[in-house]
């Protein structure tokens, strides 16, 4: 991803809008580009600050912003890491589940084939 593509991830992330592909394309790029990661930086703050200001119960605020955006990319990552096994686990489910139709399948026509022949031996 080029700086000028990564820009306009700035809000989309920030939103949390941004699809798998591009998430992860997105923090890849963040990760080692310090131009690219102090421009999110900037922009996390500031929302991260709107966003605690119109809070009713003012909490936990941390002034720490460099340590919330990077708990905020490590969920992310994490999120990234949790839905591809996710979608792993899928696929391999729907393999297992169309093994087992196709041994079914096969099963059903050497079990009419082995009736046919039995029946045609006399049984
Ligand atoms: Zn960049």
């Known amino acids: 991803m080029e700086c000028k593509e990564a820009e306009q991830y700035v809000q989309p992330y920030i939103d949390g809008t941004l699809g798998d592909r591009e998430l992860a394309a997105y923090l890849q790029h963040v990760r080692s580009c310090s131009a690219c990661r102090k421009n999110l930086q900037i922009y996390f703050s500031i929302c991260y600050l709107l966003q605690y200001v119109g809070q009713d119960e003012q909490g936990d ?14 969920r992310n990552e994490r999120g990234l890491r949790f839905r591809a096994v996710f979608r792993t686990i899928r696929h391999l489910a729907v393999i297992v589940g169309e093994v087992i139709m196709i041994v079914a399948l096969i099963w ?12 045609y031996l006399g049984f």
């Open 108 to 119: 059903t026509f050497l079990g009419d084939t082995a009736e046919t022949f039995l029946k």
């Open 61 to 74: 605020l941390s002034y720490d912003m460099r340590k919330v955006l990077e708990e905020d990319m490590r």
